[in-house]
């Protein structure tokens, strides 16, 4: 299974904004749910954003809530991870994966493929 490649990260002050793409090789890409994940230096990483295969359907863990929005263009197999109002505790590196449900009927909050490089986002003035 091929790495996704996410871009788009950078320096941007508190209340700035970001757009992050994750681009995937699988030529399953548009059968798969896709997630966004991020870690801040020395916790664990956690739960950002969530889309369904179809595009149609967003999840959001509450620190994303109201913030960030999640889309995808299967014909480009790329997924996106709108960032607005960042604040300073958003610094982390963001990746991507496939994602999944924990259990039948759960929201696809789980990752279960290969993780790629991510790409670093700092918020700070």
């Known amino acids: 299974q091929e790495q996704p490649v996410e871009s788009g990260g950078g320096l941007v002050q508190p209340g700035g904004s970001l757009r992050l793409a994750c681009t995937a090789s699988?030529?399953?890409?548009?059968?798969?749910?896709m997630g966004w994940f991020r870690q801040a230096p020395g916790a664990e990483r956690e739960f950002v954003a969530a889309?369904?295969?179809?595009?149609?359907?967003?999840y959001y863990s509450d620190i994303a809530k109201g913030r960030f929005t999640v889309s995808r263009d299967n014909a480009k197999k790329t997924v996106y991870l709108q960032m607005n109002s960042l604040r300073p505790e958003d610094t982390a590196v963001y990746y991507c994966?496939?994602?999944?449900?924990?259990?039948?009927?759960?929201?696809?909050?789980?990752?279960?493929?290969?993780w790629g490089q991510g790409t670093q986002v700092t918020v700070s003035s």
């Open positions: 994966n496939e994602a999944g449900p924990s259990m039948p009927g759960a929201p696809p909050r789980t990752p279960f493929g290969s």
């Open positions: 699988e030529p399953t890409f548009s059968r798969h749910h």
């Open positions: 889309i369904d295969w179809s595009g149609f359907s967003p």
